[in-house]
């Protein structure tokens, strides 16, 4: 497949050389995650044939964004991993997370979900000034999958990781209902009596979730354009 070239002189135009094909993104995203072999990625990104995932892994190899590494012992396997100049993708692809969600609801029928990426998209909302200190820990599951994300709060803003820390107070649920949560579009009164979430440690600490991250919107008004169906995270 041919290299994609602009004929022009701008930064947004060379960008697109190098992250504008179908699926690299998406590829990025699951590196930004962590170091994946060729199996892991192509069973995350369901619809991708082992062709293309070759030539899309070429590519970015070719390009400097991607290498890769050798596991040591027993894994002994070879993993993609990303480059510097891959990881600098990081504040666009969360940016990006940022723009899409106005398009992301409703869900399609067919649609999958990672628990993993759940933690993009939290530090894609995680508040950039000052947020309450307040320490949680999150077990977000998805079926038989479950992924573990910790949020702390302070004067410097919201961090997301995914290490596991010392917290006030420890949240299992699915990526919908937090979602609901941390927009305020649900009380975590009424998912405890929906026993749609799971808490130990202090329960009041989730009340502030909210004030952690940036607030989630705004959405295209349906009733307005009338094309689209409802996109509300109301859960």
Known sequence: MPDTRYPQFCALARAAEFVGERWTLLIVREL??????????RDRLAGIGPSVLTERLTRAEERG??????????????????????RALKP?????IRWGERYLFPPRKGDRFEPEW?????????????SPRRSIQMRIREGSK????????????????????PSEATLVTSTRTLMGLISGALR???????????????????????RLF??????????????????????
Not at 92 to 96: D, K, Q, R, V
């Open 92 to 96: 666009a692809i969360l940016e990006l």
């Open 214 to 235: 940036e607030k989630i919107g705004p959405r295209h008004d349906e009733s307005a354009s009338g094309a689209r169906g409802s996109r509300r995270t109301t859960v």
């Open 146 to 165: 479950e992924a573990t994300v910790h949020v702390a709060g302070g004067p410097s803003g919201t961090v997301v990781s995914d290490a596991l820390a």
């Open 32 to 41: 930004l995650l962590g170091p994946k072999r060729f199996s892991d990625l």
């Open 118 to 130: 759940a933690r993009l998209a939290l530090a894609a909302y995680a508040r950039r000034g000052p």
């Open 188 to 210: 975590v009164k009424a998912a405890l009596a929906a026993k749609q979430v799971a808490v130990s440690g202090e329960p009041t600490a989730l009340a502030d979730l909210p």
């Open 65 to 86: 964004l991607v290498r890769r590494a050798a596991l040591p012992p027993p894994a002994a396997s070879t993993v993609y991993e990303l480059t510097e100049d891959g």
